[in-house]
T-cell receptor, first 115, second 112 residues
C-alpha cells in the first residue's frame, strides 16, 4: 500500500526556536496533504490543507504565521512551527491522498515537546 | 453542525472477547465513513471505508456496519487480541473537497 513518511518522529526544542516537520509520500504523488494536531486523549484536529504549488488553507483558529506550510512538490509538504512555545507541544500528523484516489494515508506522526 | 460522536470513550475487555464501538454522525451531505486504528504515538491506520450504499464491510476480525438512514456506524472486533489495544477513530467525509470530520475516538484496552 501507499506510504507516507513523516520526519522527525519526535523532537525536543527550546522555547522560541523553530521546528520543521517533513511529510513525504514515498510511492505516489499527492496534490493535497493535510496537517493535524492531536493533544493527549483527544482526536485529530485538522490544522490546514496543503496544496501543491499554492498557499495552504488554514482552519479557523490556526495561526498562519506560526504554522508555516510549504508544499513545493507533489511528494513533499513541510510544517514549520515558528517561535515554538510549550503550549505548542503536541503530536503532529500529516496525511496525503494520491491523485484521483480518495483514500487517505497517514504519516506516523511527530511528537513535539517544547521546553 | 457537522459532528461525529463516538462511544464509549474508553473500553476495557478481556482477551478473546468481542466488542462493538459506536459512531454517530450528523455530517451532511455524506460521502463516506472510515474507521482508523491508532496506536499510541503513531499515525492512524485505515481499517475500513464505507460509502452510502454499503451496509457491512469486514477486514479480518474487524467488521464495520453503516446505517446511512440513522447515520450510525459500528465497528465490531471479534476475538480480541492484546494488539487490538489502541484508539479507534471514526472519520466521516462530506461531499466536497477536503471536508473530513473526526470523532474523538474510543480508547480500547485488551487485558490478558
Amino acid at each position: 500500500g501507499a506510504v507516507v513518511s513523516q520526519h522527525p518522529s519526535w523532537v525536543i526544542c527550546k522555547s522560541g526556536t523553530s521546528v520543521k516537520i517533513e511529510c513525504r509520500s514515498l510511492d505516489f504523488q499527492a496534490t493535497t496533504m493535510f496537517w493535524y494536531r492531536q493533544f493527549p486523549k483527544q482526536s485529530l484536529m485538522l490544522m490546514a490543507t496543503s496544496n501543491e504549488g499554492s498557499k495552504a488553507t488554514y482552519e479557523q483558529g490556526v495561526e498562519k504565521d506560526k504554522f508555516l506550510i510549504n508544499h513545493a512538490s507533489l511528494t513533499l509538504s513541510t510544517l514549520t512551527v515558528t517561535s515554538a512555545h510549550p503550549e505548542d507541544s503536541s503530536f503532529y500528523i500529516c496525511s496525503a491522498r494520491p491523485v484521483a484516489n480518495e483514500k487517505l494515508f497517514f504519516g506516523s506522526g511527530t511528537q513535539l515537546s517544547v521546553l | 453542525k457537522n459532528q461525529v460522536e463516538q462511544s464509549p470513550q474508553s473500553l476495557i475487555i478481556l482477551e478473546g472477547k468481542n466488542c462493538t464501538l459506536q459512531c454517530n454522525y450528523t455530517v451532511s451531505p455524506f460521502s463516506n465513513l472510515r474507521w482508523y486504528k491508532q496506536d499510541t504515538g503513531r499515525g492512524p491506520v485505515s481499517l475500513t471505508i464505507m460509502t452510502f450504499s454499503e451496509n457491512t464491510k469486514s477486514n479480518g476480525r474487524y467488521t464495520a456496519t453503516l446505517d446511512a438512514d440513522t447515520k450510525q456506524s459500528s465497528l465490531h472486533i471479534t476475538a480480541s487480541q492484546l494488539s487490538d489495544s489502541a484508539s479507534y477513530i471514526c472519520v466521516v467525509r462530506s461531499r466536497g473537497a477536503n471536508n473530513l470530520f473526526f470523532g474523538t475516538g474510543t480508547r480500547l484496552t485488551v487485558i490478558p
